[in-house]
Structures are given as structure tokens and as C-alpha cells.
């Protein structure tokens, strides 16, 4: 068995007197594509950020590729640029084109040369299907390109791992399948993902395993057939029948 | 009528490199001092975050006429300040404290989830702001500055006070030694207008130079 790419261990995390995260744990082995799902409120984000330790865990332990990086002696700016994270709300830098977006990392941090930064960021920004706009500035782009640029920018860094944070909840309906086309063609090539969504149809087919969270602990995980068919909880089907009713009109299927 | 173009305003503008230097030496030291105090302000913690909002806080309660006197009758008796550096020192630190806050402003505009992205790169701190979020938060603190800027140029006119011979001690000069107030001061006025009107010009077009496509 290889080791997990990532290895949550009792992860506890508090925001005031509210405990958002109560223990959780969980392994994401190479090439799994997991699916976080759950009520809103219930720590999904949180967990997701606790990955990449942009929200620092009060208790608990973080495995990426082997490295414990919740250990203080770690670089924390090292892990990271090997962990690939979209946003909600895209955050592209404004200041920047969409190709400046996508080489920004490759300069500043992994210390490329503007050439070969330029060459790498005009291939991964031909991957997400914009090659033909990478001179136009985030405002001049719709939500679904601007979720791809972002999308690029974090491939850009060759992430041994993407964590997608609801990547399309900020999307004008008509504009979700293009982001999650890309997302499909990203695990059909082998990429690691963990992914907070609603968007059921994508867990369905595309994922191999799914969480379902409700109030800060881990209620069930299981393959898309054991969560879909034949949850385990009763809480699991109320939940899933219920969202599968609100997102799934405008899926593919 | 001739005696303006041949002695007062030679005159006069003998004194406006003066004027020049006050307005120049107390805005730029001032960015210096603001822009600084405004990065530690939002990202040095709270024990920062409480000098700087003390000082800002001091600074903005004075009359800045009598800053200028503290700093010239109190300090200049401690180290050896001449009246010029004197009032343009005072005028660097009052302009720097508006300054820390135009730029304070300016940072917390930029959405906290830029500073996010770029951490998930990878990138240090020191970097996400000098890389993502200065870029971004100068742009915004333009306007704020201009208005600044041209109260720097008119404030540069404080330090008379103390002797130094700008434009405006000169005038009052040419009006005691001429009896003719009005003319000496009409023409002060209408330098002062220019300057105020070239930099206002100045920083818009540089505004819209800058501006990001799409925003």
C-alpha cells in the first residue's frame, strides 16, 4: 500500500467558543479524486484550508507527500507550492494579466527565468482552453474563464494535489460546465483532487470516493454507488436527495 | 505695472525653489514614513498597530502651525536644525501621519483574499505585499494622495514662521517694504494656484496611466 499524499490525523479547530472542526480524519490516496460534501456551515471549507494550513488547526496533524507539515520546523511556504487551491471567488491578482496570474508563482517562487515562465504559463493556460486570453486583465474576463485562469495558476506550480474550495458556487449557471469540464479532464489525467462542492452530478461521475460532513465530524465516506444507492445514515440520504433536488437541474448528468 | 514683472516676481521666485524643496522633501519623506507605518500598521501586530494609531491620532489632533513650533523651538534647541530642515522634517512627519492612514485605507481595500491566493503559491508574506497588494493598494491611494499633496504645497508656505524665505515670507516682504499687499499677495495666490493645479494634473494622469483594464 503507498502512503497517502494526504493524512488529516484528529483535526480540531475552533473559532471562538464555536467548534467547527471536531476530529477529523481522513487519507487521500494518489489519484483519488474525493468529494467533500455536507450542509453550509459545517466546516467543509475549514477542512479544506486546514490541507494547506491556510487556516491554522488548533490540534491535529497534516501529511502532504510524506512531510508533516503542521511540524513548525517545516517551511509552510515550501509545502505549499506544491498544493494547489481554488477559491470561491477566484481571487486572481487584478493587477495581472491572466498569463502575469499564471507566472507570478513561477518567478517569485520556484524562481523561473520570465522565458521559460511565460512558455510554461502560455501551455497551462492553453490546458484550461484560454490560450487566446492571456493578455486580458481579470476584469475583461467572465466568471468561468476567470475560475479557469485560477485554475491554471495553480497548475502552473505542478501541484502534487488540487484542492477545489466550491469552485463553482460563485458562477452564473450557464457558466459551471465549463470550469467543470476542466476539472473532469484534470482527473481523467490522474491529477489528485479534493473537492468541496454541490455539484452532485460531478461527484457522481467523477468521483471515487465521497464525504459527506454535517456539524464539524466526518458522518460517512464511501464510493459515489455506496453513497448514492445505499448510505449507510439516514442523515446521508436526506441530505444528498435534497441537494441532488436543488443542483442537479443544470447538470449534465 | 512693470515694477511686477521686473522686481516682484523675480522676487518671488527667487523663492520658489524654496517653496519647491519644502514640498518636495515633506511629501516624499512623508510617503516614505506613511507608506511604512501603514504596512506595519495592517500586518505588525497589535502592538504596532497601537504606536502608529497613537501617533497618527497626536499628529492630526495639533494645529500643524504648531508642530512646526515644537519641532523648531524644542527639538532644533536639543540637535542643530536650521529653520528650513526644521519645518520640512515637521511637515515630512505631519504630512507622513495623513499619509499612513490614505495608505492604511488603501491596503485594507484590497481584498483579503489576495493576500490569500498568493500565500497558497507559496509565497512568503514580505513578498504577497510587495508583489500583489502594494501594486494594487498604490492605485487606490492616488486620489486620496493628490488631495495630500496639494495640501502639502499650500502647507509648505507654514514654515515662514520660522524665517525660511518661501514664497509667501517674501511676499510679506515686497508688501512691507512696497506698501502694496495686494499685488505682492494676488501674485502669491496665483503661484500657489498653479503649483496645486500642475500636481492635481499631474497625479491624474498618472491615475489613468495606471489603471487596470477591466476595473
Redesign the interface.
Known amino acids: 500500500m503507498t502512503e497517502p499524499i494526504i493524512k488529516l490525523e484528529n483535526i480540531h479547530k475552533s473559532y471562538g467558543k464555536d467548534e467547527i472542526l471536531k476530529g477529523i480524519n481522513l487519507e487521500v490516496r494518489e489519484g483519488e479524486v474525493v468529494v467533500i460534501i455536507g450542509p453550509s456551515g459545517t466546516g467543509k471549507s475549514t477542512l479544506l484550508r486546514c490541507i494547506n494550513l491556510l487556516t491554522m488547526p488548533d490540534r491535529g496533524r497534516v501529511w502532504v507527500d510524506g512531510v508533516e507539515i503542521t511540524d513548525p520546523k517545516v517551511d509552510i511556504n515550501k509545502a505549499r507550492r506544491h498544493i494547489g487551491f481554488v477559491f470561491q471567488d477566484f481571487n486572481l491578482f487584478n493587477h495581472l494579466t491572466a498569463l502575469g496570474n499564471v507566472t507570478i508563482g513561477l518567478k517569485l517562487v520556484l524562481g523561473m527565468k520570465a522565458g521559460a515562465a511565460k512558455e510554461k504559463g502560455e501551455f497551462e493556460l492553453a490546458r484550461v482552453g484560454l490560450q487566446d486570453k492571456a493578455g486580458l486583465y481579470p476584469g475583461q474576463l467572465s466568471g468561468g474563464q476567470k475560475q479557469r485562469v485560477a485554475i491554471a495558476r495553480a497548475l502552473a506550480m505542478d501541484p502534487r494535489v488540487m484542492l477545489f474550495d466550491e469552485p463553482t458556487s460563485a458562477l452564473d449557471p450557464e457558466l459551471i460546465g465549463e470550469v467543470l469540464e476542466v476539472m473532469q479532464k484534470l482527473a481523467r489525467e490522474g491529477m489528485t483532487m479534493v473537492c468541496v462542492t454541490h455539484e452532485m452530478g460531478f461527484a457522481r461521475e467523477v468521483a471515487s470516493r465521497i464525504v459527506f460532513m454535517e456539524r464539524g465530524v466526518i458522518v460517512e465516506e464511501g464510493t459515489p454507488e455506496e453513497m448514492f444507492l445505499r448510505p449507510r445514515f439516514d442523515r446521508t440520504r436526506e441530505f444528498l436527495g435534497k441537494i441532488s433536488e436543488l443542483y442537479g437541474k443544470h447538470q449534465s448528468g | 505695472m512693470e515694477e511686477i514683472f521686473t522686481g516682484l516676481l523675480p522676487y518671488l521666485l527667487a523663492g520658489l525653489g524654496v517653496t519647491l524643496a519644502v514640498t518636495l522633501i515633506a511629501l516624499s519623506l512623508g510617503f516614505v514614513i506613511g507608506l511604512g507605518l501603514a504596512i506595519l500598521r495592517v500586518y505588525g501586530g497589535i502592538f504596532a498597530a497601537r504606536v502608529i494609531a497613537l501617533y497618527t491620532l497626536l499628529i492630526r489632533a495639533l494645529p500643524h502651525i504648531l508642530m512646526l513650533l515644537i519641532m523648531f523651538f524644542v527639538i532644533a534647541s536639543i540637535v542643530n536644525l536650521s529653520p528650513f530642515w526644521a519645518g520640512s522634517l515637521s511637515l515630512a512627519i505631519i504630512s507622513g501621519a495623513y499619509q499612513t492612514e490614505i495608505f492604511r485605507g488603501a491596503i485594507q481595500s484590497v ?1 483579503v ?2 493576500m ?9 508574506r514580505t ?1 504577497a505585499i510587495f ?2 497588494i502594494l ?2 493598494a498604490l ?1 487606490l491611494a492616488i486620489p486620496g494622495w493628490s488631495n495630500e499633496a496639494a495640501i502639502i504645497v499650500k502647507d509648505s508656505s507654514l514654515v515662514y514662521v520660522l524665517g525660511v524665505p518661501e514664497i509667501l515670507r517674501r511676499a510679506q516682504y515686497y508688501s512691507a517694504r512696497t506698501y502694496e499687499p495686494f499685488t505682492a499677495f494676488i501674485a502669491v495666490a496665483a503661484i500657489y494656484f498653479v503649483l496645486t493645479f500642475l500636481t492635481n494634473r499631474g497625479l491624474s494622469a498618472l491615475e489613468r496611466r495606471l489603471k ?4
Do not use: E, K, N, S
Not at chain 2, 116 to 121: P, S, W
Not at chain 2, 212 to 215: E, F, K, N
Open positions: 481584498g483574499g489576495q490569500m491566493a498568493a500565500r497558497t503559491l507559496g509565497m512568503t513578498q508583489y500583489i501594486p494594487q492605485r487596470i483594464p477591466g476595473l
